[in-house]
C-alpha cells in the first residue's frame, strides 16, 4: 500500500524579480520602436513599447497603469507564460544584446503594485445599465468580468468551487509564483471593479436558464473543458491512479492529502505533465518518472517549464507508452508495463506514434498519473441544449463569440485551443468587448 509523503520543500517562488536600476538600465536597452512588434506579438496587445519608455523615465506607476489597461494579471502572466516564445521573440534587440526581457519589466511594475500603499485603482464609469452574468472564475472569466466591469456593466461571477481564480488558483505550482500576487490580481477584480461573485453554486442546476434570463442581458461561459482524460489501461483503481489536475490542486489548496507511493509514473508530455513531475520530485518520495509517447522535439511544452523539470531530477523516457497497469492480489499497483513506440505516417498523418511490437518491459511503479488533457464537461452544455463542434467544443459564432443560443456568449479553452494564461485572458476580453458591441447596439 502507498505510504504517505513526510516532507513538503521547496515551494517557494523561485524566479527572482528585477532591482529598480536593473529595471531602468533594462528598459534603456529598448529602442522605442514605431508600430513595435514585441506589442503585436502580445496575446493581451499591451503597448510594451509605451510601457518601457514610462519606465525609462522612472514612472512606474504610468508603466503599470498602461499595462493594466490592456492585462490585469500582470504578476500572474510574467511569471507563468512564455514571454520568450511571444513578445521577446519577435524583440529587435535579439541580435545585439539579446531581447529586452519583458516579462521581468512586466514583473517588476507588478510587484510595485503589490507592494505600494496604494495599489492600482482605475477609473470606474458610469454604469451603462447592462447586467451580465460570467460562468467560471479562470483567467477567462476574471478577464471577461474586468473588462465588462469597465465599460459600465454590472457583473455577477458564478464559480462551482468554494474559491475563485480556476488555474490561477488550483494549477499553478507555488515555485512558479508568489500566493500573494495571485490574491492580489484576482482580489483586483472582484474588489476594485466591485465584481459580485457567488461560489459554490453550479449553474444550471442551482439556477436554471429561465432565471438567468429573466435576471441578466447576457450570460458569458468560461467553463474551460472541466473533465480529465484518462487513457484506458487495466488495474490500478485503489486510490493509486491520479489525474496531474488532482495533483497539482492537492498541492495548492493542501485540502486533501493524496496517498502517493514511492515509485510515481506520469503519462503525458505537456505543460501540465511537467508541472507535476516538477512539484512531485519537491516532496519526499522516491522515483518520478515522466513517459511520453513521442521525441523530446514534439512536446508541446514552454522551455522555461522544461528547466524546471530538468532541475528537478525526475526522469524523462520517450517514444514511450503505457501499455498496462499490474496488480497487487489486493488491487494495488505492483508495476506498470511500457512499450516504446516509433514515429510514422499513418493515414496522411505525420508524427504518429505507433507501438513497436514486441518492446514492452515491465517497469516499477506503485503510483500512476494520467496527464493527457481534459475534455469538454458536457452538463452545462446538454442542459442548455448548445451546439458543440466536431472537437467537442462549444460553437460560437466567430463574430460575436454567441452560442447556438443567442443570449449565451462562450470564450476560453471551452470554445478553443488555449495554450497560454494570456491567451486566455485575451479571450475573455475579446468576448467581453463583442458582448457590450450587442448590448449597446440595440441589435
Known sequence: MPNMPKVIKGFAEETRTLSYPEAIEEAARCYLCYDAPCSKASPTRTDIAGVIARMRSRNFRGALRLVKESNYFPGITSRVCPYDEQSEKVCLRARFGGPIRIAELERVLADYDLNAKTPYMPEIPE?????????????????????????????????????????????????????????????????????????????????????????????????????????????????????????????????????????????????????????????????????????????????????????????????????????????????????????????????????VEGSEQEYPADTVIYSIGQELDRTLVDLFELEVTEQGQIKVDPETSQTSDPFIFAAGSCVERVDTINEAVACGQTAARRIIKKLTSGK
Not at 242 to 248: V, W
Not at 276 to 298: K, N, Q
Not at 312 to 337: P, R
Request: charged content about 25%.
Open 127 to 355: 454604469s451603462i445599465d447592462r447586467s451580465v452574468a460570467v460562468v467560471g472564475s479562470g483567467p477567462t472569466g476574471l478577464a471577461a468580468a474586468a473588462e465588462l466591469a469597465l465599460s459600465g456593466c454590472k457583473v455577477i461571477m458564478y464559480e462551482s468551487s468554494r474559491l475563485p481564480g480556476g488555474v490561477f488558483t488550483k494549477g499553478v505550482p507555488s515555485y512558479l509564483i508568489n500566493e500573494r500576487v495571485i490574491e492580489h490580481e484576482v482580489n483586483g477584480v472582484l474588489n476594485q471593479l466591485d465584481v459580485d461573485l457567488v461560489t459554490g453554486i453550479n449553474v444550471g442546476e442551482n439556477i436554471n436558464l429561465v432565471s438567468l434570463k429573466r435576471s441578466f442581458d447576457a450570460v458569458l461561459l468560461t467553463i474551460g473543458m472541466g473533465i480529465p482524460r484518462r487513457i484506458k489501461t487495466f488495474g490500478g483503481e485503489k486510490g493509486d491512479v491520479f489525474t496531474g489536475s488532482e495533483i497539482l490542486e492537492s498541492l495548492k489548496l493542501k485540502e486533501k492529502r493524496l496517498r502517493l507511493g514511492e515509485k510515481v509514473v506520469i503519462v503525458g508530455g505537456g505543460n501540465v505533465s511537467l508541472d507535476v513531475a516538477a512539484s512531485l520530485a519537491r516532496l519526499a518520495i522516491g522515483s518520478i518518472t515522466l513517459i511520453y509517447r513521442r521525441d523530446r522535439e514534439h512536446m508541446p511544452v514552454f522551455e522555461n517549464r522544461f528547466r524546471f523539470f530538468q532541475q528537478s531530477g525526475a526522469k524523462l523516457m520517450c517514444n514511450t507508452m503505457l501499455k498496462e497497469i499490474i496488480t497487487t492480489e489486493q488491487g494495488f499497483i505492483q508495476k506498470v508495463v511500457l512499450q516504446k513506440t516509433e514515429l510514422k505516417e499513418v493515414d496522411g498523418k505525420e508524427g504518429v506514434a505507433v507501438p
